[in-house]
């Protein structure tokens, strides 16, 4: 479904990511993980449009989108969250989902924030839809509540709704359960798995292994821009290479 062939991004002197391919299955959950630094975010910034690459290319089902704007690739089905949550605080729970309805995500979220109290007052179609989403989490009781007075667990499943609501067929999630305690982890775990996975191919970007392990299907590990391994879980946490530069020795026992 996706296929990255040769990507390259250089920050002044310092190769982000460096010459790296690889492919994505449809209806897969494609796990991204490597140290810090490795060049996950900027990997996803450029498939997203966020970045420019600065060579190689990105198609997704045969087509060509490589650095196409980020409110494009939303109309061809490519949606994402970010590792630092883009959730407009003025706006409440419902009315962000709303925003993924309307495929009004900019890539610059606070010009969405302030454009979207007059929109999303002529989409009250998309109301129960909206709804509907948030039944699916158990968020429905939120749904009033402006954005700001919420949780940071909250927020970061409300994030995952609201690239749902854009009918992605591709989403790509940075760091989804960083900062949440294990009860949250578990449950946007299975959100992940149950819900987004049922409908969508997924490229998770994370560093808990336990969840790892358990929802992908399929690994690349980087480390400095490149790729240094890739495999099912099961390969990836045997793979004294990837144990060198990222596990530790702990990940054979399951830590
Ligand atoms: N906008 C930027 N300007 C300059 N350097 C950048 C920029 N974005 C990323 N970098 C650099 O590129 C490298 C890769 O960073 P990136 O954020 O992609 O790593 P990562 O794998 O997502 O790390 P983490 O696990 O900590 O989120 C780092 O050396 C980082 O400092
Ligand atoms: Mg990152």
Request: charged letters at 25%.
């Amino acid at each position: 479904m996706l296929q990255i062939s040769n990507l390259t991004k250089k920050f002044g002197g310092v190769k982000a990511v460096d010459d790296l391919s690889f492919s994505v299955k449809k209806g897969t959950i494609h796990s991204i993980i490597g140290p810090n630094g490795a060049g996950k975010t900027t990997l996803v910034n450029m498939i997203t449009g966020v970045y420019k690459v600065d060579s190689g290319t990105v198609f997704l089902d045969g087509g060509d989108i490589t650095n196409l704007a980020t409110n494009k690739l939303v109309h061809r089905g490519v949606c994402r969250t970010f590792q630092h949550l883009e959730i407009c605080g003025n706006l409440t729970v419902i009315e962000n989902v709303m925003l993924g309805f309307d495929k009004y995500m900019d890539k610059n979220i606070i010009r969405s924030c302030f454009r979207a109290k007059s929109i999303l007052e002529d989409e009250k179609r998309y109301f129960d839809r909206g709804m509907h989403l948030l039944e699916l989490i158990g968020l429905e009781n939120f749904a009033h509540n402006e954005a700001k007075n919420l949780s940071y667990g909250i927020l970061k499943k409300l994030e995952i709704i609201r690239a749902l609501a854009t009918t992605p067929e591709l989403i790509l999630l940075d760091e989804p359960v960083a900062g949440l305690n294990p009860k949250e982890t578990h449950e946007v775990s299975e959100l992940i798995k149950t819900v987004v996975a049922d409908e969508v191919t997924i490229i998770l970007v994370e560093h808990d292994m336990k969840m790892i392990m358990k929802i992908s299907d399929y690994i690349t590990v980087m480390n400095f821009g490149k790729k240094l391994a890739q495999g099912t879980p099961t390969q990836i946490v045997n793979n004294e290479e990837v144990i060198k530069a990222y596990l530790g020795s702990g990940a054979l026992h399951g830590k």
